[in-house]
């Protein structure tokens, strides 16, 4: 017992020193988040106003993507808000000039919707980080870049351990273009000395994520499916693996990177490092929401070239470079997020 | 002696069945050449016309690349010529819809200047691929493209034999735009079925080559200084390994991959076979030359980041595949080369 009352301390005190380290580090730093009304910037940019951060949140508010007003509610009178498109690099200058770290976030975020719309997927996940590193490159150079990945640079896996190692080879122009951004980063890194962090994000979920259709986290649309007490459709059995990775585990690898010396230049994989199948994913929405139902119907046949295969993800470089692990459970996640969702779901319609 | 009369007569039977098999595979068929008034564009056309194909070219004759309309000097009343940019890709819809091969060379040609013009460089060596893909997959999903890619994807190799599977880490602008077509390509191939083949080229040399400026091939650039009695500037002592590849050998490999089911799907190194020292390329053009000296300085600081190490080309995977090792010597490669220039000089200045 002696010894289980030791490592909880223990535990507690190096969360303690965590935290204060990351005040520390973010407290009256100027950080600009691309894509900040989304999903993920705006959940970092609730937090980082706590920490103590000057926070600029530029978003395109375009309709296709996950840019929400309401998502930075409770922060809007402190955060410095623009609403524009990052290709207009003129438009938002001073605060790329100005900034300690850049959040890289504004992206097309559906591989699907990507074959729909080739060119601006190559504008908005390629094109748009040689812009910024371009003009850092002869006007910020020391500025960090903190830049969102995803596994589907990797493309299939086959169930072999996700590590960043792991051979790139996409099957979707989403995943080219964010591997494009990616050597991008390394380049401009390596030639350079512009520091930047990539981290390749599994299956992200939470609060704040858009809802409104079924191209981009299931998870979330599925949730949005039990409260409306529909049928949720699985192709096949389900038992693909899924690593899905809650929001808040997410932010805190955001922050923790940029504190990280060891992390520049670095590709990083951030999942919860849990392998689900997709179906208990199902279930456990549907358990968590008391409604809707699972309906099981075979697969189409145009899915199968980019199905991606089992993912298993290694943790093991984020936990070396930044001491911290993923914790939050999926059944804690959904919970949280159907309990976000039952609260303002009129502002995700 | 007996043994060497029939290895020879071995060698010869062969080379014709595949002079033959090339015959009956390209007489009658619709080529296009992107790029087609360029370096290796425009001494395929010469070959094509000779085998019997219908050929169109299309060049943009950008004055800062190799288009250059002496490039097709004899075969002129046997082409369709299109002067415009592949990026008008409505203007050239007509010759992709019926096109049986796209040789796709089109590109901004000098990883150097790509720093300089980062957007056009993306424009021209991934987004024409892109826009050449969604036409094809939506008009004529069985053309086959054939794509001039580049050592330049690797990055530094540090001495390790170069492989097709070795690891892509680009240093410069143009190594990362050429991996993005390639990935374009590999992705429409595994989705969509669209054959495609990646040729990665070396460091090629030889006749039509443009020889203005000192930004794309060295080895041209140095016969004209030597021409016209120049020091030839070696950075450091010239002791890294170069593959220099004869126009020659590059065009046969291009014909023999198209008419090789096993090539699509596949990534393929194109070089000589041969390192060379840097200095001893120098010294092998001065000899031919019979004029000129070299020059020896420091490195440039800003040089080091992209210099990509010493090159030892691993080509198994070409001749399994098609059956073809090149063969022409640098000695007889700068022989011919020079021997172009002296006729022809006046159109390349």
Redesign the interface.
Known sequence: MWRNISNIKKIDTKLIDKGVALRSYFEDKRILITGGLGFLGSNLAHKLVNLGSEVTVIDNLNPRYGGNIFNISGIEKKVNLIINDIRNIEAINAYLANADVIYHFAAQVSYIDALDI??ED?DLN??ST??LL?FLRKNNPSCKVIFSSSRMVLGKVEGELMKETSP??????YG?HK??SE??L??YY??FAIPSVILRITNPYGIRQQIKHNKYSLVGWFIRQAMENKDITIFGEGNQLRDYIYVDDMVEGFLRVAESDNAFGEIINLGSGVSTKFVDMVRTIINVVESGSIKFVPWPSNYE??ETGDIKTDLSKLEKITGFTPSVSLEEGILKTYQYYKNNIKYYL
């Open positions: 080739p060119l190559q390629a094109k040689l812009l371009e790139t080879n996409p099957l979707s122009l080219i591997l494009t050597k991008y390394q380049m390596k030639d070239n980019i």
